[in-house]
């Protein structure tokens, strides 16, 4: 799916999930559906699953190299700075190595930074809030970005106020050209 924003071009690859109902349990609260994609993301990000690693990044490796047209070219690859600081496994981080070793491109882990903690964005109703949060925590770091045509990453977008936060700091910065790709999306 194609979405707009403040780069050149940018897609999200998935919904997270096709169902979600509620179950009545009060321990097991939802029986959730989720893509081929989405399934994996959840076994990554929430079950600390590093066997789904590799699926993520063949799936995202396949878009950009035969799907993406035109298929930029990236200088580096700049992770979306994660939201739960004390995560085991850091989803965006990982995909993001395992890419950049894939394309043979730089990670720029350093470039946009969080600042101080926030709540998961998914929990912050409103959009205005969303985005003064986002204002305050997300800031440039000081990786160089200067020239470089850069591919914004995240895992998983709900409103995209973090991506759009991203890429503004980022051609802030004097990125030449900013891309942005999420893996899934909530409904």
């Known amino acids: 799916m194609s979405i707009k924003g403040p780069w050149v071009d940018g897609y999200v690859l998935d ?19 989720r893509t081929e994609l989405g399934e994996l993301l959840y076994r990554l990000k929430y079950g600390s699953d590093k066997g789904a690693l590799g699926a ?16 930029p070219a990236f200088d580096c690859i700049v992770p979306a700075p994660p939201s739960a600081a004390a995560r085991k496994v850091q989803p965006v981080m990982e995909i993001v190595r395992e890419l950049a070793g894939r394309l043979a491109v730089v990670t720029c882990e350093d470039a946009v930074i969080k600042v101080k903690p926030t709540q998961q964005m998914k929990n912050i109703d409103d959009w205005h809030e969303r985005k003064r949060t986002l204002q305050e925590s997300i800031q440039k770091g000081s990786g ?14 709900e409103s995209g106020s973090t991506l759009w936060r991203g890429a503004d700091v980022l051609n802030a910065g004097g990125a ?6 999420v893996l899934t999306r909530t409904k």
């Open 176 to 181: 030449a050209a900013v891309y942005a790709l």
């Open 144 to 157: 160089e970005v200067d020239g470089k045509r850069i591919l914004l990453f995240d895992d998983l977008t």
């Open 56 to 71: 993520i990044v063949d799936t995202v490796e396949d878009f950009i190299r035969n799907r993406w047209r035109p298929s």
């Open 15 to 33: 919904y997270h999930t096709v169902s979600s109902k509620p179950t009545g349990d009060p321990y097991y609260r939802f029986d959730t559906k």
